[in-house]
């Protein structure tokens, strides 16, 4: 009741502003272009005179109101405006399917462009990014402002970026912004300063992908050959050999399976712990044989394994399953099996739209994951009403004992349905059953066009003409999102699209798009439903009772079944899935949260690199660093202490206080040290003037002094030898320990999700263990430059 109080309130206050603008836009109409233009001129001074975005709010949506209308021919309604002030302040808005939503992102986009400071604007694929960007840049280039598109195959991606408003998608942004913080030159950098950010489809980027990190990879190891021999044996074994529990994606060995297993390689416990990466390899070739699908989990395309995105139906882009999973996909695919990638830089995409000042974001579905959006990302979810009344007819679904029978009435219904010429919309769960129905179609001779994640290239031109009298179209169940399906007057007055659906998906939001479809703008349009006890959702989330429930009942196959049981059984177990896969992306933010500030202070102390003008002192900070830690280490093992020297109480700290003995096994271990870590023997001149200094801190300053020295008389016997040089040394030196770094945290979050500790969390297991070896991070950096420069100075001194 709250949420509604604060909601209408919300709406008012929306209403009341959208009201201004409407009157404002009024006095515009009677400016020439030129003068309207210059208001974007106007604007920009007034904020660099000390008003904010908020204060220009009512003038600068008027005005590019105004503009869209000269230049697109078309004006945003109220209800668009309304939405477009709900993006301004950084909120999720839904609005419905058809309701105009690039329209609606237009005037929050040109406001907060006038700062300077750059407006994101996300699109879930190429297509519509690029056809956006070239449909509104001449209402921006009429505004004075620029316009910038980055996709995969774009040249020239930094002068992109540094344009005023900018398209692009959320997986290139992301990979883009991991490329940066990998080069060896700031000005090599393609993005600034991650200022608004607009997401179309928010729902797809910030819930559907967010327990998918975007991973950039290098080669890994050779593949082990155990891939294709496990995938030999797991293939032959029968189902008393293994328990699966598809409800939570899990599957293992039973007892007659181990027997098996160990019986075929000729081993004695599989336990072991010699036996861990077979095992492991085990564990995921079960996956890849009993809980992955072809055709629904990944397709095979060239010889090689593609991911199916399971929520849109689209190819999921440059991604791969990690962990050994696509290789055991390989091995059962019998395709070549490639070599495991190796980490070199991840980011979820919580982490990454959290590096913007503000988000924002559209989609037809949101209000059901409003929970969601608060909890993980802070932001409000705003519902827009619709510019007009929704008129589509939803009708209850039809349920069926088994998949033939409730296969049979959708034929027949898109048949009756085609034979009025309504266009028909049908969507199916998967790539598979969108070709079992269109097998079926093509039988009865019914033409039909097909789009699936295997016919991608037309998805734009398939989903546009969906609403074209007497159109049938099999689709997974949201592809073609972002691109309207427009009908005529003529299939309007026949009844509207109708919308099918084969199947319950596991998210309610899910269904949604998919009606969603219909009844856009006021149109007619019908949305209809058919389940079966078959249906994945049904099967496995009544645990395989329900059928056999409804049979004791008296019904039959071919009889559809009116009853409220099956109903609520259908929503209940959208509500448990719903809250496993919520608790599985929060699971995901806490480990990549631990992850992420690591992510922060390697890349600034990255960012510091390779932006310092002046890298000969850092290095020297480097060295009086490595000097510290080894003196620190030396006098604790000197001295059998164990206490923690800083950098502050090493200052009070004397060789006088400590007996003859511990002094001269202070030097002794020393003199072992420094041309182990430096390869650098000091003159046993120095070593007599070092030996007569009392306080450590001193001392570390004597060896600092003297090393730097080195390295300065060095470089100048060394002409390739360079500052420059150095800083590249350093920045690989960063890459190469957080490579292993990310991999060591991959390999440590497995163990603890794989282990229980005392009843302790995995997730606090994890977060300790990993503040230590964020520590050996920063050692391991330290460490890797010293070895390296050390290493070449001498290697070429002596040469």
């Known amino acids: 009741m709250i949420f509604k109080d604060y909601d209408n309130r919300t709406i008012k206050l929306l209403d009341k502003q959208a009201n201004k603008i409407i009157e404002l836009n009024k006095s515009l109409e009677k400016l020439s272009d030129e003068e309207l233009s210059n208001k974007t001129l106007e604007f920009k001074e007034r904020l660099s005179k000390g008003e904010t975005l908020d204060n220009l709010l009512e003038d600068a949506f008027a005005v590019c109101r105004e503009a869209t209308y000269r230049v697109l021919g078309k004006k945003q309604y109220k209800v668009q405006l309304m939405g477009g002030i709900a993006l301004h302040q950084g909120r999720v808005v839904e609005m419905k399917t058809g309701e105009g939503k690039t329209l609606t992102e237009l005037c929050p986009a040109y406001l907060n462009a006038l700062s300077g400071e750059g407006v994101h604007v996300i699109t879930v694929n190429d297509y519509l990014a690029k056809r956006d960007k070239e449909e509104m840049e001449p209402l921006f280039q009429f505004l004075n402002l620029s316009t910038g598109l980055v996709i995969d195959g774009i040249e020239n991606k930094k002068e992109e970026y540094y344009k005023d408003i900018t398209y692009s998608t959320n997986t290139e942004l992301g990979f883009d912004y991991l490329r940066d913080n990998l080069v060896y030159r700031s000005e090599d950098k393609m993005q600034r300063k991650l200022n608004y950010v607009i997401i ?53 060995l039973s007892d007659s399976g181990i027997e098996k297993i160990e019986k075929i390689l000729g081993i004695d416990n599989l336990a072991e712990i010699k036996y861990s990466l077979l095992n492991h390899i085990i564990s995921q070739s079960l996956r890849a044989y009993y809980l992955m699908e072809k055709d629904k989990d990944y397709i095979v395309s060239d010889g090689e394994i593609i991911l199916v995105d399971t929520n849109t139906g689209r190819i999921a882009d440059g991604r791969r399953f990690s962990d050994g999973l696509h290789q055991c996909l390989e091995a059962k695919e019998r395709l070549k099996v490639n070599a495991e990638n190796k980490t070199i830089a991840s980011i979820t995409y919580q982490n990454f739209f959290r590096l913007y000042n503000k988000i924002s974001g559209m989609s037809g579905t949101v209000k059901t994951e409003e929970l969601e959006f608060r909890e993980i990302y802070n932001l409000d979810v705003v519902v827009i009403p619709t510019n007009k009344t929704i008129k589509r007819i939803d009708k209850e679904d039809k349920i069926f004992l088994d998949n033939d029978s409730k296969l049979n009435a959708v034929i027949e219904d898109i048949i009756e349905t085609h034979k009025t010429q309504r266009p028909v919309l049908v969507g199916t769960p998967s790539i598979d059953k969108s070709e079992e129905l269109s097998a079926l179609l093509i039988k009865r001779g019914i033409q039909h066009r097909l789009l699936n994640a295997k016919t991608k290239k037309d998805e734009a031109d398939i989903i546009s003409q969906a609403g074209n009298k007497g159109a049938i179209t099999i689709a997974t169940n949201i592809a073609g999102r972002g691109t309207d399906i427009k009908i005529t007057d003529e299939v309007d007055n ?55 429930k409804l049979e004791k009942m008296g019904f039959e196959n071919g009889q559809e079944i009116k009853n409220k049981v099956v109903s609520k059984q259908v929503d209940k177990a959208q509500n448990v899935i719903n809250a496993i896969n919520f608790e599985s992306r929060k699971d995901t933010i806490k480990y990549d949260e631990v992850v992420n500030s690591h992510r922060e202070i390697i890349y600034k102390e990255r960012d510091i690199v390779i932006s310092e003008k002046n890298i000969a002192i850092h290095i020297s900070n480097i060295i009086l660093d490595s000097t510290f830690h080894m003196v620190a280490e030396t006098f604790n093992e000197a001295t059998n202490s164990n206490q923690d020297i800083t950098k502050k109480n090493i200052l009070g700290l004397s060789l006088e206080y400590v007996d003859e003995e511990e002094r001269d096994k202070f ?94 969390k995995p997730i606090d297991v994890y977060t300790l263990e990993a503040g230590a070896k964020c520590d050996e991070l920063i050692r391991n950096i330290r460490d890797t430059f010293i070895e390296k420069m050390f290493h070449i100075i001498n290697l070429n001194l002596e040469a």
């Open 200 to 252: 179309d489809e928010v729902d797809s980027v910030l819930i559907d992908d967010a327990r998918t990190p975007l991973i950039m990879a290098g080669a890994g190891d050779e593949p082990s050959k155990l891939y294709y021999l496990v995938s030999n044996i797991v293939s032959k074994l029968k189902e008393e050999d293994y328990e699966k529990q598809e409800k939570d994606n899990f599957i293992f």
């Open 494 to 548: 026949l009844g509207g699209l109708k919308v099918i659906g084969t199947e319950r998906t596991e998210s309610r939001r899910i269904d949604n798009q998919l009606i969603g479809r219909s009844g856009r703008q006021g149109n007619n349009g019908e949305s209809q439903f058919y389940l079966s006890c078959d249906d994945k959702l049904l099967n496995i989330y009544g645990e395989g009772k329900l059928k056999a």
């Open 667 to 760: 030097f002794e271990i020393l003199i072992k040290k420094l041309p182990s870590i430096y390869h650098y023997d000091f003159s046993s001149a120095i070593w007599s003037e070092l030996k007569k200094i009392d306080y450590l801190s001193e001392i570390v300053d004597f060896i600092t002094h003297k090393l730097i020295e080195y390295v300065n008389n060095s470089m100048n016997k060394l002409n390739f030898l360079t500052y420059e040089t150095m800083r590249g040394l350093l920045i690989e030196s960063v890459d190469t320990s957080w490579i292993n770094h990310l991999n060591e945290m991959e390999v440590l979050k497995k163990v603890v999700k794989d282990q229980s500790y005392n009843q302790k």
